[in-house]
């Protein structure tokens, strides 16, 4: 059975950081497509970031990129958020997620199996 636990949220000023993990039971952790994903107060749920299998590709939203890093380490079965330049706009619960038979990246929510019970960033202006 799978299951994704997340860490690291909090509350940070505006120009903070923050760095989320997500810790993955699970046999073949390397073999799964990973992704996070957050969800504001009233807004839909939205893609932040994606990384492949062996972590030679990620995908990011316009939103983040460039402020944004997401990263795996796959002997640790852990993948990680890096948050930097925090804006009040990125406040929400952040979730992890894994898609066992994606062979690349996907920001599509529906391609994705299992998911995290989140952990909430907030970001004070």
């Known amino acids: 059975q799978v299951q994704l636990v997340e860490s690291g949220g909090g509350l940070v000023q505006a120009g903070g950081s923050l760095r989320l993990a997500c810790a993955a039971s699970g046999r073949t952790f390397s073999s799964w497509t990973m992704g996070w994903f957050r969800q504001a107060p009233g807004k839909e749920r939205e893609f932040i970031a994606a990384i492949n299998r062996i972590g030679g590709r990620a995908y990011y939203a316009d939103s983040v990129k460039g402020r944004f890093t997401i990263s795996r380490d796959n002997a640790k079965k852990m993948v990680y958020l890096q948050m930097n330049s925090l804006k009040a706009e990125d406040t929400a619960v952040y979730f992890c997620?894994?898609?066992?038979?994606?062979?690349?990246?996907?920001?599509?929510?529906?391609?994705?199996?299992?998911w995290g019970q989140g952990t909430q960033v907030t970001v004070s202006s």
């Open positions: 997620a894994a898609a066992q038979y994606y062979s690349g990246t996907t920001s599509t929510g529906g391609e994705y199996d299992y």
